[in-house]
Every structure is written in C-alpha cells, then in structure tokens.
C-alpha cells in the first residue's frame, strides 16, 4: 500500500519566481495538509484541504496558495519566491477531516531559493 | 491551539528504556495527545496516540497522566533505529485542525 507521495523530491528555484509542488494522499485518505519545516525547525503548518475546498489555514501569505483534485491529490503554490522560502515541504494525508486518525507523511520536496 | 513542551534533547543508551516526557497544560477535553518521530531526511512517522487511558502499540506505549496535563512517550528498549526527534502533538477531535508541532525532542541513542 503505497503511502504519501510528493514530487520532486529536490527543487531550486530563483527568488522571483513561482513553483508547484505536488502530493499524493496515501490510498483511502482524503484529508491532506501541507507543512513548511526550516532546519532544525518543527514542521508549521500551512493549511488543510478536504473535498476540494480550504479548510484551516496556518499563519501563511497569500503568496501560499493550494488546490486539491476530485483525487484527492493536491499541489502547493508559491509565488513570488522568498529566499526565506527555502525549506522541506511536507504533505499529510489522513483519513476524514474531524475524525482523530494518525496523519500519514510523505518524505517532502526539499525547496532550495537561490 | 493548545501548546506543548518537550525538552530540547535527551540521551539513552542502546537496548535501555527510553521516557520521553510532554507537558500540555492548556489541553481541553477533546484534545487528542499525538506522538511523531522524525527521522534524519525523512517526513514524521506516527507513533501512537491516546485519550485518557494509557496505550500500547508495537513500536511504543503512551503513558498518561490522570489530569492529562503530561504524558509520557516510552520506547521499552532503545536501539540505534530510534535515534530521532520526537514530536508531542495535540489534535481536537471535532472539526479541521491546524496542528501546531513544537522543536520535538531530539533523542541521542549511545551504543
């Protein structure tokens, strides 16, 4: 059973400039949740999708943005890139929002803003 | 959010009991107490989670207090594998959460 599946693993990318990241929840689950997470940082959270809409959302500009498909797949988007972006993004599935299940994580995309 | 607090670092010696302590003192009556492990380059790993009666699973048991302002993460014996950081989590039961990790424990296993 597959778990949580985030593309890329590795991303470099220009100040200024915008990027995707993708997740796939781990079969079952239809509750994903992005995190950022510095080095040697706790992973903070960004905000939280469930059927297809915004949920809860973290202390995060605008510039943060998200989708989540009928899949229950989603991607993060960041615009107008920061050096203070740079960081691992986690994606976290689980199982029915409201409901208190274990997140399942994906290994996250390491963004690094040159 | 209700916020939790963990030391910054503790140390263990293989194949010996490991306690990792939280202290959650704001926690309500619907909060969950959660407990991750991060490993070097990799997302957290769920470990175990509880109400108010102590649990038990294959990689953990949770200790927690009668007034659940504490609890207790204990790894009955260490070995070099568990070297990692600790996160105490606590998530409502009702409603979309926003769960708030702190700096976790980072837990040193000595040969």
């Known amino acids: 059973d597959a778990g949580v599946t985030q593309s890329p693993t590795h991303l470099i990318k220009t100040r200024g400039q915008q990027v995707t990241l993708r997740c796939s929840p781990k079969s079952g689950h239809d509750t994903v949740s992005w995190y950022q997470q510095a080095l040697g940082q706790g992973p903070q959270f960004i905000f939280q999708?469930?059927?297809?809409?915004?949920?809860q959302r973290g202390n995060f500009p605008d510039r943060f943005s998200g989708h989540q498909f009928p899949n229950y797949s989603s991607e993060l988007n960041v615009n107008a890139l920061l050096l203070g972006d740079s960081a691992l993004y986690l994606c976290?599935?689980?199982?029915?929002?409201?409901?208190?299940?274990?997140?399942?994580f994906g290994s996250g995309t390491r963004l690094t803003v040159v | 959010d209700a916020k939790t607090t963990q030391p910054n670092s503790m140390e263990s010696n293989e194949e010996e009991p490991v306690h990792l302590p939280c202290n959650h003192s704001t926690i309500s009556g619907t909060d969950y107490i959660h407990w991750y492990r991060q490993l070097p380059s990799q997302g957290p790993e769920y470990v175990i989670h509880g109400l108010t009666s102590n649990v038990n699973n294959r990689m953990a048991s949770l200790a927690i207090a009668e007034d659940r302002k504490s609890s207790t993460l204990i790894l009955h014996r260490a070995t070099l594998r568990d070297a990692a950081v600790y996160y105490c989590?606590?998530?409502?039961?009702?409603?979309?959460?926003?769960?708030?990790f702190g700096i976790g424990t980072k837990l040193q296993v000595i040969p």
């Open positions: 999708y469930y059927e297809e809409e915004e949920r």
């Open positions: 989590i606590l998530r409502d039961s009702g409603g979309y959460q926003k769960v708030t």
């Open positions: 976290a599935s689980s199982l029915t929002a409201g409901q208190n299940y274990g997140y399942t």
